[in-house]
């Protein structure tokens, strides 16, 4: 259900379930916890891609691995957050390495939160990023209510949220999103290459890039700035920063170890 390949200093996860559009089940949700934890200490992975087999990216939760109990109880969809969705979207944007995302086809319900919990994402012009929750009675979950208005704003989000009506990914791009929208037969080598320079770039720098970033809706300027100027005391130490500099005077391209200090 998952595959992962590594080349370039890239490990590409796909989401391999196509039959049924990539959704999530309670197995698929273990194997990629696993592949991703196994990634986070590879010393050789500089980068992930993460994109879905098929005609679509991900439609979010597989109903039918959520089969209610033959007398009626409810089934409890907070512990299925609380245990699988939660998990794998925290994995993501604390993982110390950039995550590009590919999206194929349609990103539906806790898709779209999958895709969105990623460092870029990059969609094929025939994409779509559907909320569909509303159609069957809940909530954008997997951080959709916290992400959405962050990147849209109240009223884009409040929109797609409450018509769970299809968004194009020229669309989703022009609002802000997402990162860029390109021709499907362009997506994957698109995807490859930005993941691959990536790749290539100053791991620790970029890490810290990606963290500080993430953390700064959380606090006030005042921390900020002082985290800032803790992350640039240990960069500064840095080879990469050492490289980087050489690199700019003697006006050639910087070869970054990867070395975290």
Same mark, same amino acid.
């Given at each position: 259900m998952i595959l992962v390949e590594r080349a370039n200093g890239v490990a590409r996860v796909t989401l391999n379930r196509p039959e049924r559009l990539n959704s999530f089940t309670a197995a698929m949700h273990g194997e990629l916890a696993a592949a991703l934890d196994r990634i986070a200490e590879d010393g050789e992975v500089r980068a992930v891609l993460l994109t879905g087999a098929g005609r679509g990216?991900?439609? $979010?939760?597989? !109903?039918?691995?959520?089969?209610?109990?033959? *007398?009626?109880?409810?089934? *409890?969809?907070?512990?299925? =957050?609380? /245990?699988?969705?939660?998990?794998?979207?925290?994995?993501?944007? =604390?993982?110390?390495?950039?995550?590009?995302?590919?999206?194929? $086809?349609?990103?539906?319900?806790?898709?779209?939160?999958?895709?969105?919990?990623?460092?870029?994402?990059?969609?094929?012009?025939?994409? #779509?990023?559907?909320?569909?929750?509303?159609?069957?009675g809940l909530i954008p979950d997997s951080g959709g209510t916290w992400v959405l208005p962050r990147l849209v704003g109240q009223a884009r989000a409040l929109g797609l949220a409450l018509t769970g009506d299809a968004l194009s990914a020229e669309r989703a791009a022009a609002w802000g999103l997402i990162w860029d929208c390109v021709d499907d037969d362009a997506l994957i080598d698109t995807a490859t290459a930005l993941a691959e320079r990536l790749a290539a770039?100053?791991?620790? $720098?970029?890490?810290?890039? #990606?963290?500080?970033? /993430?953390?700064?809706?959380?606090?006030?300027? *005042?921390?900020? !700035?002082?985290?800032?100027?803790?992350?640039?005391?240990? !960069?500064?130490?840095?080879? *990469?920063?050492?490289? $980087?500099?050489?690199?700019?005077?003697? #006006?050639?391209?910087?070869?970054?170890?990867?070395?975290?200090?």
């Open positions: 990216f991900c439609a $979010g939760q597989d !109903l039918s691995d959520r089969v209610a109990p033959a *007398d009626g109880t409810p089934i *409890d969809l907070g512990e299925s =957050i609380e /245990r699988h969705y939660a998990p794998l979207i925290r994995r993501l944007t =604390i993982l110390p390495k950039p995550v590009v995302c590919a999206v194929n $086809g349609v990103a539906a319900g806790a898709g779209v939160s999958v895709a969105l919990a990623c460092d870029i994402v990059v969609a094929g012009r025939s994409a #779509k990023f559907i909320q569909s929750f509303a159609k069957v770039g100053p791991a620790q $720098g970029l890490a810290e890039t #990606k963290r500080l970033i /993430r953390a700064a809706s959380g606090t006030t300027l *005042d921390a900020q !700035l002082d985290a800032e100027r803790d992350a640039m005391r240990v !960069l500064g130490c840095s080879d *990469d920063y050492r490289e $980087g500099v050489a690199a700019f005077l003697g #006006k050639r391209a910087p070869v970054f170890g990867g070395t975290r200090n």
